[in-house]
């Protein structure tokens, strides 16, 4: 089994900066490949944001590219997603996933709320 729970999510002004972490438990068996981060506005579709693979490349949603910044600590099974000059768009709940060998696994989610 694989469990996720992310953190770090707020309230943060336009310009500000957060940072999300995701700690990821699983089973001695169980090999995770790729990992990641979505969002979910309100009234819309979630939406992919960024990916981290086993081997360390990354990749990001146009959006967000230069923006944010995804790392994994394999020591501390922690992956994060450092989120700088935020925008009012970026409101959203965002979740991690790891992906093994049966599928995708999610975290519960954490709201991130850019407001004047």
């Known amino acids: 089994q694989v469990q996720l729970v992310e953190s770090g999510g707020g309230l943060v002004q336009p310009g500000g900066s957060l940072r999300l972490s995701c700690v990821v438990s699983t089973s001695t068996s169980i090999v995770i490949n790729a990992m990641g981060w979505y969002r979910q506005a309100p009234g819309k579709e979630r939406e992919w944001v960024a990916i981290?693979?086993?081997?360390?490349?990354?990749g990001y949603a146009i959006s967000v590219k230069g923006r944010f910044t995804i790392s994994r600590d394999n020591a501390k099974n922690t992956l994060y997603l450092q989120m700088n000059s935020l925008k009012l768009e970026d409101t959203a709940v965002y979740y991690c996933?790891?992906?093994?060998?049966?599928?995708?696994?999610w975290g519960q989610g954490t709201q991130v709320t850019v407001s004047t």
């Open positions: 981290i693979r086993s081997g360390g490349s990354t």
């Open positions: 996933f790891a992906d093994d060998s049966l599928g995708r696994n």
